[in-house]
């Protein structure tokens, strides 16, 4: 098992997803970076769909409750396990007791933690992953929170040896967005367009499986708000 510490900003229980439900108006959720989580439980000798927590941005701390091999995968949060750096894409062995903690991540924001044997937790349309907006799926459809205790599935470890993903393997993310002008955009001032691909943005502490929000300090020419449609 595994006590929740701090559940950090946005912990959530993912898998690959929940399929075949979107006419019903249920999204597949899962895993927001697939690869990264399908190494990861690969490494730490699971199924590709076994459930995992999903880290956004701050990861909090965890303590493991028994002896377990685990792997962190995605964005590197400078994670620590007994304030022992760590890794990722790397597997480890946990004793009862021992404490994983993070921090800021050095890139990108989001990170797996794939334990052995995957989380256990009930499935609901073929699927582990929360569904936060629908309240269900995950940990009671709800990101993961402070005194939680995270069942997992039993784990024989024999013989443990540590496995790291070779470094000329990693995943190269691209650095860059795409934006795509419809038709509304072009409608925009020349000014607002140029703004919008110039300018220096944080990221927003509103931020979810859906979306990311971007601020700039800026007042634009158009002020006309646009109506949210659906994207494939």
């Known amino acids: 098992m595994l006590k929740v510490l701090d559940g950090g ?15 019903y108006g249920i999204p597949q959720t899962g895993a927001m970076d697939d690869l990264a989580f399908e190494i990861g439980n690969i490494l730490v000798g699971n199924y590709n769909n076994a459930a995992v927590l999903e880290f956004t941005q701050l990861a909090g701390s965890y303590q493991f409750l028994d002896e377990r091999v685990f792997c962190l995968a995605g964005a590197d949060f400078n994670f620590k396990l007994n304030n022992n750096p760590l890794e990722t894409y790397t597997t480890y062995l946990s004793k009862k007791g ?34 936060l907006k629908g309240e269900f799926g995950g940990f009671d459809g709800r990101k993961i929170k402070k005194g939680d205790i995270i069942k997992l599935f039993p784990s024989i470890i024999k013989n443990y040896k540590k496995i790291k993903f070779p470094h000329w393997l990693y995943i190269k993310y691209d650095k860059e967005i795409q934006i795509v002008l419809d038709k509304r955009t072009f409608k925009s001032s020349k000014i607002d367009i140029e703004n919008l691909l110039n300018l220096n943005y944080n990221v927003s502490i509103n931020i979810d499986r859906m979306g990311v929000r971007l601020e700039a300090d800026i007042a634009l020419a158009d002020k006309t708000d646009i109506l949210t449609e659906p994207t494939p």
């Open 9 to 23: 900003l946005l912990t959530t229980v993912q898998d690959r997803g929940r399929f075949g439900y979107r006419s």
């Open 98 to 131: 021992d404490i994983l903690s993070a921090e800021y991540p050095k890139e990108g924001i989001r990170s797996y933690l794939c334990i052995s044997g995957g989380i256990d937790i009930p499935m609901i349309m073929n699927s582990r992953s929360t569904f």
